[in-house]
């Protein structure tokens, strides 16, 4: 059964400094990857995604990913971090072997933005 | 607008009184699931449907069925709802297999 691990629960940076989120995964095939923000009292958005070609991905609002299989991570990143991103962030795998799509979800990463 | 749309936004109910939680997608998706969102857990998924008539379990599937009788619609019933079933629910739908997911506001369920 695939698994998503994100590290840490809560993660404070200071406005304009750089951003690094982390997210193990566990599946046995090349996985399908995603990260998702969710503003408080909003519904999930897909900020990128990761399934083959470039192991650096480039998404919306200036987030990036990059997937290394040697460590079953897809970290997001972002040079400069705006008060306006912080939010929850949730990394995923999809299983879609078998002809349907089942995703599982990380518990969340709560960013906090410092002025 | 392309969205995915889910009513109510807020419920209070008590145990025992069942309940329709309504999903409708505008986008032609094929893929759509429902997930519940706890303190400490994520999200966790309830149910899933790849097309029409086509529904299979995810992780919490205890408490709830789902249907998929049109390619727009799948609601969420609860037919005897209980307290363990507070939580927030979420809708999501895609076009295809990998490629995420567009997600519903979100309903919040209280049971009493």
């Known amino acids: 059964a695939q698994s998503v691990t994100q590290p840490d629960i809560h993660i404070t940076v200071s406005e304009g400094a750089s951003l690094e989120l982390r997210c193990n995964y566990s599946y046995g095939a090349t996985p399908y990857l995603f990260w998702y923000v969710q503003s408080p009292g909003q519904g999930l958005q897909l900020l990128l995604k990761y399934f083959s070609g470039d192991t650096l991905v480039q998404g919306i609002k200036g987030f990036e990913a990059e997937f290394k299989r040697s460590q079953s991570s897809f970290n997001l990143r972002k040079p400069s971090v705006h008060w306006s991103d912080a939010a929850e962030y949730f990394c995923a795998v999809a299983d879609i072997s078998g002809g349907y799509q089942k995703v599982t979800f990380g518990i969340g990463t709560k960013l906090q933005v410092i002025p | 607008e392309a969205q995915v749309t889910q009513n109510p936004r807020y419920l209070i109910t008590v145990t025992g009184k069942k309940l329709t939680v309504t999903c409708s997608q505008n986008m032609n998706h094929e893929y759509m699931s429902w997930y519940r969102q706890d303190p400490g857990l994520g999200l966790r998924q309830i149910y899933y449907?790849?097309?029409?008539?086509?529904?299979d379990k995810g992780d919490v599937p205890e408490g709830y069925k789902v249907s998929r009788k049109e390619k727009r619609n799948f609601p969420l019933i609860l037919e005897s709802p209980s307290p363990n079933q507070t939580s927030l629910y979420f809708c999501a739908s895609s076009w295809d297999r990998g490629y995420g997911y567009t997600f519903g506001s979100g309903t919040r369920l209280t049971v009493v």
């Open positions: 449907s790849m097309n029409v008539e086509v529904t």
